[in-house]
């Protein structure tokens, strides 16, 4: 073996080592550090040793992860919301087709340019970000989830964002639920604003 191959080897292992580490995703700056440069990182990608993820994102063995473990490693800082949140509290039957993540108003757009797995991002003030946030084991990793009182007042607040039939459907077995916090919604609804509706559509029957 020629010492350029042995050279390349060894820094195959090397990346599969801190790919581990990383969850399976590096940034190209994590790449620069370890001696790599633009046309190393490509000539990676061209033979299939790499996989460009999404813009600045690299990964080894990341596009045969399943979508659950792509959105827990890509946005562990996000929170799963509205109908992602819906089907994963017991409200849906079924997953959406396309992952709701609230984000920090002031993270970069150029993180949701992506084609796969499909993510619509919904940009909240930092202060509210984790409001009712509750960790949720997704795939092989982490995320967040809104519990759900913090869930019923932003479908509330976005009702005009969900199918009537979704939104009647979670109302419906909110007020039903054996183990529900209202001074927890009380205190959610005053924060989202949205207090009125509350008490206009599931008040009189908690």
Not at 44 to 65: A, D, N, P, T
Request: glycine share 6%; proline share 3%.
């Amino acid at each position: 073996m020629s010492k350029v191959q042995e050279k390349k080897e060894a820094l195959v292992k090397k990346l599969q080592q801190e790919m581990e580490i990383h969850g399976g995703l590096m940034k190209t700056s994590q790449l620069y550090e370890l001696s790599m440069d633009y046309r190393k990182i490509r000539q990676f990608v061209s033979e299939g040793i790499l996989e460009r993820v999404k813009s600045g994102y690299y990964g080894m063995g990341f596009s045969i992860k399943s979508e659950e473990t792509m959105v827990s490693e890509l946005f562990p800082d996000g929170v799963l919301c509205l109908e992602s949140a819906l089907f994963y509290q017991g409200y849906l039957d079924t997953r959406p087709a396309c992952w709701q993540i609230a984000v920090d108003k002031n993270t970069s757009k150029s993180r949701f340019k992506i084609n796969y797995p499909p993510i619509q991002p919904y940009y909240a003030e930092p202060e509210i970000l984790m409001l009712g946030a509750e960790e949720l084991i997704l795939g092989e990793g982490k995320m967040f989830v809104y519990g759900k009182e913090r869930l019923v007042c932003d479908c509330l607040k976005f009702e005009e964002k969900l199918d009537r039939e979704i939104l009647q459907k979670m109302l419906y077995h909110y007020i039903r639920e054996s183990q529900k916090d209202i001074q927890k919604l009380t205190e959610y609804a005053k924060i989202r604003r949205v207090t009125q509706k509350v008490q206009n559509r599931i008040g009189v029957w908690l």
